[in-house]
C-alpha cells in the first residue's frame, strides 16, 4: 500500500465517518478550494480551514470542516481498519485520474471519485475498449426470463463485452454465471465494501467473481450493506455500462431504479419484452411504453454498443493515455531492422511494422507487400492474425488500423 | 432343300446415353427375295442404312448381295440409333456373301457411317465408345476421322478412309493396325499467357497459385480491365498438362457436346487444360448441358480445367443459383426418359467481377463514386449460398504504365515455369492423400485428420472463423485451402501459418453480406 492510496483511503474515510456531504464537497470544488489536490485527506482539511476566509465558504461548510477535524481520530481509526482489510483482501483502490479508473464516467457527474476492486482490475479497462453491457433484473424471475439473461449474457460475452450486473439473487446471478461459464469478463457492482458478501448464499458465485472477473464498490472495505446504499449501487451498475438490459422488472421494483439511471446517464435501455399478465414484468412494458427499446436480439444491442465504444475510442485515441504506455516497439528501430536484416524480425515485431505501414493511411495488401518486401504468404498469415486480434480490419479492399492496432 | 444359313459376327459399339456398349452385329444372307432387315430396337437412322449401304457397295466396286439380308444388334433390348452401324452391317454383308475372305473366327470389329459414294465417316462420342474396344479383336476398322479418339483409347486400330480401302487392304492382306497413343501430345508452350496482366498483385498471384494447386473456387474482384480474364487463363497455364485419361475425358466430353460441327472452336486434340468462359447472357442449357438431348454444357466441358464465370454478379439469380449443386458435387446431373446421368466437373471455378458498380472501389485514389449502400447492393446480387462457395476472394487493381513495362520481361517466362513446378509437387502430395484425381478443394469430405491439422491448428482455424463470423462450411474451406499452402510449401503436417494465411482469402463481412460499410 503506497502513500497515494493511503490518501485516499483517508480521503474515503473522511467522506464516511464525518457529516461532511456532498454540499460541503461541492463547494469545495466550485469554489476551488481543493485546487490541485484531488483527494483532500486531514491534512489539506487543515490547511483550507486555515486560509477559509479566502475561499468565501459558508458557514456550514466551515463549521463541518471544522467538526470532521476535531474528530480526526474518529477518522483515523477507519482509516486503519480499512487498510488492514484492503490489504488482507487485497483490495485494490482506484482513484480518479488512475488509467484504470472507467473512461467511461467522464462525462457524467456524481460518480464516486475513488473505487475499490476486488478481482481482475483490467476489466475495468475491458468496458473502455469493448463496451460493458449491464443486466439487471428481478431476484425472482421467470423461467423465460431468466433463459434470456443466460442467453444474451453468453452471447454478450463471447463478443468481449464485459457484462456489468449487481450480484443479487436471480436475474443478477444468471448474468454473471453465465458470463463466467462463456469465458467472459463480469464485473460485479456491490451495494456494501467490495469484501462484503451480499446476499450471503451468493458466496460461491462471489469467488468465482474474485478469481474471473471483478467484485466493485464505492464503499469502503469492510462497510456493511443497509439497504439505502441499492439506489447508489444501481446507478453505478448503469454507469459502468454501454447498454443496461432491464431482463424483469416489477411495478415497483429497483430494477427500474436501475433503469431510470441508465436513462439519466444517457444509455441504451433495452427491456426484456414479457407477458402482461406476469406481475413481474409490468415495469418493464411501462418502460417500453415509455420508450425504451425492446431487447430482441443480440445484434441490435452489441451494435448499440459498439458504436458508444466507437466515440470513446476515438476521444481515447485522440488523448491516448490508455495505450501511449504500452508502446513496447521502437518503430524506428524496427523500421532500421527492416533495412539491415530483415531476416533478424520477429513475428511480434512485423506485425508492428505492418501497423505502422498503414498508420498514416489504408493500404491495399499488395502495397503493404511491396513496402515491406515480405512474402505474400507470410504477409497474409500475418494480417490475418492481426485481423482476428482486431487491430486491423479490412475496409473496401484496403486495411485500416483499428482502436487496438494504434 | 433347306440350305445352311451363313451367318456373319461383327463387332461395334453404340452409346446408350451416356454409357458406351459393345454390340454384336450379326448378318445373315438367305436365299430368297431381295430384302434387308435390322432389327434390334432400331430407329429410323439404323434402318436407314439399306439406303446408304447399297450405293456405296456399288461404287467401291462391290455388288450387293442377292438374297434375303438381316442384320440383328444385340444387345437388342437396349434402345439404338446412330449411324455408327452402318460399317458394320456392310462388312457383314461383304464376308456372308463372299466378297471379302477372312480366316474363319476371326473377331472384326468395326464401326462408322459410310457415305453413298463409299467414304467412311466418323460418329459422335468415339473416344468413350473406343474405350470399350479390347485388343482381343483381330481386325480393328476405324473410320479416318476418328483417329484422334483412337489416340485417348489408346487403341490400335487401322484407320480406314472408305469401303474401297477396305476392299484393297483384304485383298492384298495388308491389314496393319496402328497403335495409337498420346506420347507425341507435346507441351506446347507458345499458349501460356503473358503474367505481365497481373504483376504487381501479389495477393492475386499467389491467390491463383493456391486456387491451380488444390481447384479452389476464387472470386477475382477489381475493376474493368485490370487483367481479371487473364489471371484466368494463367490459372489453367500453370497447371500442369493433362494425363493420358484426363486427355480422354476431355476429348470424349467436346466430342458429345458436338464442337465437331462447331466451326470456332473445332475439336482438337490436345494436353491443354480446358479454359471454359461462362458470361452471363448464357442460358443454363449452355452452362449446364441440355438433358434431353444430352448434351454437356460448359461446367462438364471445363472438367479437369478452369471454369471462368466473368461478370458473376449480372447473372440470373436462377441461373446462379442452379450452379450451387453442381459446384458442390463436382457433378452435372441430367435425366433424361427415366435414366440419369452425370457428367462430372470438376474444376476451378474462377469467378470475376466488379467490387462496386462503378467498379474503382479498389483502385488507388477516390475513384469510386459508390455510396456503400450501392455497394452493398452490388456486392449481395450474389448470393450467400454462392460467396460461401468461394474459398479464395482476391482483390486485383489496375497495375501503372512502369510495372507493365517493367513486367514485359523474359522473367514471366521462368515464373510460369516455377509455378507450374510448384502446383506439380501440390498435386503430388494431393495424389498420395487422395488417390486419383481429387484435390483440396474438390474432395468431397476432408476431415482435420486426413488433412493433418493438429488440434492446435484446428483451434487456431476456430478461432478465426469466430471472429470473422464463418460457417461450419467456411470454417472446413479455410482449412482446406490451409492445407493446401502446407501442400506447396511441401509440409506433410499443417501449421498455424498455414491457417491463418488461409483466412485473409476468406473475407467475413463478404460473405455475410457486409461489404461496403465500415468495418467495425
Known sequence: ?406 | MASKVKIVKVYTSFMDGMTPVNAEVEVSITPGLPSFDVIGLCDSSIKESRGRIQPALISSGYQMPKGHITASISPSYIKKSGTGFDLPIAVGMLIASGQLSVKKGSFIYASGEIKLDGTIKGTPSAALRLRLCKDEYDYVFIPSEEEDAARCAGLTAMPIGSLTMLRETFEESSYNPMRFTLDDIGDDEEYLPDFSAVKGQEKAIRALLIAAAGFHNILLLGSPGCGKTMAGKILAGIMPPLNGSEIGDVYSVMEAAGLKDDPEEGLILSDRRPFRYIYPGMSRGRILGIPSKLMPGEFALANHGVLFADEIFEYKREVLEALRIPLEDHVVRMSKDGRNFAFPASFVFVAAGNPCKCGMLYEEGRRCTCTPTIIHNYMNKLSGPIKDRLDLVAEMRSISGKSMAESASSENKRMNEEMRSLVKSAWQMQKERFNDSIFNGTCLNADAELLRAGSEVVNYAAEISEAAGFSARGFNRILRVGRTIADIAGREDMCKADVAEAGIYRKGDFINGRVGFKAS
Open chain 1, 1 to 406: 500500500m503506497d502513500e497515494l492510496d493511503l490518501k485516499l483511503l483517508e480521503h474515503t474515510a473522511i467522506r464516511n465517518v464525518t457529516k461532511m456531504d456532498y454540499k460541503v464537497w461541492k463547494e469545495l470544488i466550485v469554489d476551488k478550494a481543493i485546487g490541485e489536490c484531488d483527494f483532500p485527506d486531514l491534512k489539506d482539511l487543515r490547511k483550507i480551514s486555515k486560509v477559509a476566509d479566502m475561499y468565501q465558504l459558508t458557514d456550514r461548510s466551515r463549521t463541518l470542516i471544522n467538526d470532521a477535524l476535531k474528530s480526526s481520530d474518529k477518522v483515523k481509526e477507519a482509516l486503519d481498519k480499512y487498510a488492514r482489510i484492503a490489504d488482507d483482501k487485497n483490495i485494490k483502490i482506484i482513484g480518479r485520474g488512475s488509467r484504470y479508473y472507467p473512461y467511461i464516467w467522464s462525462c457524467l457527474s456524481g460518480m464516486p471519485p475513488v473505487v475499490f476492486v476486488r478481482g481482475d482490475i483490467s476489466i475495468l479497462t475491458d468496458i473502455d475498449v469493448y463496451g460493458g453491457g449491464s443486466m439487471v433484473g428481478s431476484r425472482k424471475p421467470g423461467r423465460y426470463a431468466l433463459y434470456a439473461t443466460a442467453e444474451f449474457s453468453r452471447k454478450l460475452s463471447e463478443k468481449k463485452v464485459v457484462i456489468v450486473s449487481g450480484m443479487a439473487l436471480g436475474i443478477d446471478r444468471k448474468a454473471h454465471e453465465s458470463c463466467l461459464d462463456a469465458g467472459g469478463k463480469t464485473l460485479a457492482v456491490v451495494p456494501g465494501g467490495c469484501d462484503v458478501i451480499y446476499p450471503f448464499q451468493n458466496v460461491d458465485l462471489y469467488d468465482r467473481i474474485c478469481a474471473y472477473g471483478a467484485v466493485v464498490s464505492e464503499m469502503p472495505p469492510g462497510q456493511e450493506v443497509i439497504k439505502q446504499y441499492f439506489p447508489s449501487r444501481n446507478r453505478l451498475i448503469s454507469a459502468l455500462s454501454d447498454a443496461c438490459l432491464i431482463m424483469e422488472a416489477g411495478e415497483h421494483s429497483g430494477t427500474l431504479h436501475t433503469a431510470s439511471f441508465a436513462a439519466a446517464q444517457s444509455r441504451d435501455v433495452f427491456v426484456l419484452p414479457n407477458s402482461i399478465y406476469d406481475e413481474n414484468s409490468i415495469g418493464g412494458l411501462k418502460l417500453l411504453r415509455d420508450g425504451a427499446e425492446v431487447l430482441i436480439d443480440v445484434d441490435t444491442v452489441y451494435e448499440n454498443i459498439l458504436q458508444q465504444v466507437e466515440y470513446r475510442r476515438d476521444r481515447l485515441c485522440f488523448e491516448g493515455d490508455l495505450y501511449g504506455q504500452q508502446e513496447a516497439f521502437d518503430i524506428n528501430t524496427l523500421r532500421q531492422m527492416l533495412k539491415v536484416s530483415p531476416e533478424r524480425l520477429e513475428e511480434a515485431e512485423w506485425k508492428e511494422l505492418i501497423c505502422d505501414e498503414i498508420s498514416e493511411r489504408p493500404k491495399n495488401i499488395d502495397d503493404i507487400c511491396v513496402c515491406l518486401g515480405i512474402p505474400i504468404s507470410f504477409l497474409s498469415s500475418l494480417i490475418t492474425e492481426l485481423e482476428t486480434e482486431g487491430r486491423i480490419a479490412d475496409d473496401r479492399g484496403k486495411y485500416v488500423l483499428t482502436i487496438h492496432g494504434r
